[in-house]
């Protein structure tokens, strides 16, 4: 038999990661709203119980949630990165194999057990999390991925299972797949849904029960993966060396319109220097810079552009990507534009180790050393005393283009001086 899977996922994850700092807000009906406090990103399982929808825009809600008693927060996006990782590497000791498969969830392939050896495995590993990290998981087991995945939101959805399910074997999983919509399956999108519903396969059961050659018509080998799959055949591998990135953005729209040449620049820069810092930590050099700006496309006269530069030299250096990102700004600014968004995308990324020189843009070897130990620097620093202790003067001081975050908790696991107190008398 296949060794079983399991897919492990946080419970209302950045919810969570609020509730497991603060003591005052555990149990509490909570929220947490998307960039510049725009919508209801997340919810508590408190919140859920109180009906408030996910999606609200949060001026809508306000009222309701100030009524209701409702905690609201700013999205905590280092805290939430940083549990993230925490929970991955704590996952990573547990099993043997591990796909880490978004910031909240995760692949495992298990030792192969007996069925209650299983389930025993799973509920140690739920009150270990907790224990450890203070976050609530629900793990679904099975025999393929898209079978786990199912397993998984029966866990979350019956609070008698108490936060595990298991399939393997299960002599009721017909009846669970019955009672699963097909387009709620992992893996089918609007248009596969749709061809299903017009072949009157309306749930799960219905699709691993169809005709292969169908399926194989209509949908090739990813349809029959997936048939297979539904049918406990494992089909779908465990990914557990993570692709090298192929390129990398970061942006953000602004809490307030940009009008002015200086606050563009700043508000790139900011980009750059974090762009730069995704690349040292994912160990790769960029051979292509590109920035883009733009208005508001609700507003009239909309304004949007991008530049790129080419770099002769592939590089890491937040200094040379600052030199190579501020012309374009320059170039891309427009007087009079209310300016909503912009960013940077970092293409070609290349492993750092092999650097392809320039003939003609000779760096001598000490040259560069000096700057990687320069940049490793500034990055320990900025990890031991929190981000941007360290800051490059381009960034600005008092960036009035941020995003708009009223209702943000503390960097808790990022920030030394955030760290929780403990009174003990
Ligand atoms: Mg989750």
């Not at 009721?172 to 017009?198: F, Q, T």
Request: charged share 20%.
């Amino acid at each position: 038999m296949a060794p079983p899977l399991a897919l492990i996922d946080c419970n209302n994850f950045y919810a969570s990661c609020e509730q497991a700092f603060d003591p005052a807000v555990l149990g509490r009906p909570l929220v947490v709203l998307s960039n510049n406090d725009g919508c209801i990103v997340a919810r508590s399982r408190e919140a859920r119980q109180l009906g408030i929808a996910m999606g609200t825009p949060y001026f809508q809600a306000a009222d309701q949630l100030r009524r209701l008693d409702v905690v609201v927060r700013s999205s905590n996006y280092a805290l939430y990165g940083d549990m993230s990782q925490r929970v991955m590497a704590f996952l990573g000791r547990w099993v043997p194999d591990l796909e880490v498969y978004s910031i909240d969830e995760a692949f495992a392939r298990l030792p192969a057990l007996p069925p209650d050896g299983l389930n025993r495995w799973a509920a140690e590993l739920r009150v270990a999390v907790r224990q450890q990290l203070g976050l609530p998981i629900a793990v679904g087991l099975a025999s393929s991925k898209v079978l786990a995945k199912l397993a998984n939101r029966l866990a979350k959805r019956d609070p008698a299972r108490v936060g595990v399910c298991n399939l393997i074997g299960d002599p009721e999983l017909d009846a669970h797949l019955a009672r699963v919509p097909v387009e709620d399956l992992w893996g089918v999108g609007r248009r596969l849904s749709r061809w299903c519903r017009m072949r009157g396969l309306s749930s799960a059961l219905d699709l691993a029960r169809a005709d292969p050659a169908l399926i194989r018509q209509g949908w090739g080998v990813v349809g029959l993966r997936l048939q297979q799959e539904l049918r406990g055949i494992s089909c779908l591998p465990l990914e557990t060396v993570a692709t090298p990135k192929q390129d990398t953005c970061c942006s953000r729209s602004f809490g307030a319109p940009v009008l002015d040449r200086q606050s563009l620049r700043e508000a790139v820069a900011t980009h750059v220097v974090r762009g730069a810092e995704k690349l040292r930590r994912q160990r790769q050099r960029t051979a292509r810079l590109t920035v883009f700006v733009r208005t508001s496309p609700f507003s009239s006269g909309f304004y949007a552009n991008s530049a790129t530069a080419v770099l002769p030299l592939a590089t890491q250096d937040t200094g040379v990507l600052l030199q190579a990102a501020l012309p374009l700004v320059d170039h891309l600014y427009r007087p009079g534009c209310a300016f909503r968004k912009a960013g940077v995308l970092l293409q070609q990324l290349q492993p750092e180790e092999q650097l392809q020189h320039h003939l003609l843009q000779a760096a001598s070897p000490a040259q560069l050393q000096r700057r990687e130990r320069l940049m490793q620097a500034v990055d320990r620093l900025n990890r031991r005393f929190g981000a941007g202790t360290l800051q490059w003067a381009v960034v600005g001081l008092q960036p009035d283009w941020c995003m708009r975050r009223h209702h943000l908790s503390s960097g808790y696991t990022t920030r030394l001086g955030d760290l929780p107190l403990v009174q003990a008398r």
